[in-house]
């Protein structure tokens, strides 16, 4: 086999987060701040842990970060005020909902009810189909995560079987049609897929976004598969079995330190380029 | 081999038509009538033969078809300022705006002018994400074809391999994320797929919509598949090569006779479901 890859996301984040702070230091000569809104709604630890970090990303980066904490009994009506009242604030170029929000919520509509200028985390509706169509401009940061990581990589797609597991509205669906996009052949994989195995041992690339722990295994990976696994599941452990998976793999991101520290750096992307086309 | 069908779309076809019937003279009796406007931009003989087919089969059924034939030169700003009239005016319950434009033409922005309450033949954006996120109200029309077929005739889907060919904003890209959301395991291949008739023959459902005639041949098929052509071609010709699928199929659309009838059906139900939704 030749030479194996470890995707480093934190190297990828690195590079694209300097790249950032000259965008962000001519803003501010324009006397443009970029503002990163996140709203919180509830006690969830894990989800305050979250936006605590992209709070601080934006902070190192010189992105304002206005964190809005809302109580758990919330009801859509008033997380919906909240929303279009950032909708319609000027100083404010990027939305976040931080998902999930308490079940008494209708969430698909506060996400959809985020103005489409400022959807820096592409959860819209909308979003997502202009995302499907190539001309979005904030895809869903995870898929554009992956992407920006076969992009710094060169890693060859086009053409190529990629098959994604999981079929989420942020993460499987968007990933899929941003691959579609970059012409390689997609397969969709899911919890009522069939032989997923014998699926999986066909791709050249394996995008893992199933939520769960270790669940990709060596003996599904055909020899020099790239994989993607942008599973996150308690205690740092990844969608994929890393231990299995790496000596089969030409090009594998480790959790943590693959997909994640990329996705962050893709929300602070988009809000500066929010910012810039409001310039 | 068991039992072939050929799926019928002349017979699906009018199935929907009937119970639409009873539909339409509901409304009649709120004083409502469905009116399905289309807009023509210039003179394609086949666009103009295409208007005109859905016009009658409006007339059939009791809708009221408004056509709006605009000529070669008409600019962007033009045709929406036409679209924004249609949104505007509420006798109106569907708009159609027929595919292609002339080059001029921002097709894209001229699809996207029109209303989503409108949007019957499910050509927006923001549509497609709703039927990709599994409530949209009006999915493409050959993609809600293709799914009523399957239904009609309780084909097995979930768990099932569909192979899409084609992906395009109104069919192969729509078509995909239905079956998806039927639990299908799903592939998209395009022009730029390797090893196409290896992975055509993994199918358990292949959709042909790649716009080439007889581009689909038996011996990419697996015994048994279900056959969907979404083709039509010059001369009434399918995307798959029907004499040598036929005998490998267990069930199989022909051309014409099959998607195409649905097709039209299904445009007629979303413009009934539209005025329903406003009466």
Partial sequence: MEKQIILD??????????????????????DITPCLATILVGNDPSSETYVKMKGN????????????????ETTTDQLLDQIIALNEDESVHGILLQHPVPRHIDERLAFDTISIEKDVDGVTTEGFGQTAFHFGRFPSCTPAAIMEIINFYNLEVEGKHAVVIGRSPILGKPVSMMLLNRNATVTVCHSKTENLPQIVQQADVIV?????????????????????????????????DYDSCVTKASAIT?????????????????????????S
């Fill in 208 to 240: 893992a976004a199933v939520g769960m722990p270790k669940f990709v295994k060596g003996d599904w990976v055909k020899e020099g598969a790239v994989i993607l696994d942008a599973g996150y599941n308690k205690g740092n452990i990844g969608d994929v």
């Fill in 254 to 278: 480790p959790v943590p330190g693959g997909v994640g520290p990329v996705t962050i750096s893709m929300l602070l992307k988009h809000t500066v380029l929010s910012a810039e086309m409001k």
């Fill in 9 to 30: 996301g934190k190297h990828v984040a690195k590079e694209v987060k300097d790249s950032l702070k000259h965008r962000v230091e001519a803003l501010k000569e324009q």
């Fill in 57 to 72: 990303a934006c902070g190192r980066l010189g992105i304002r970060s206005m964190q809005i904490h809302l109580p758990e």
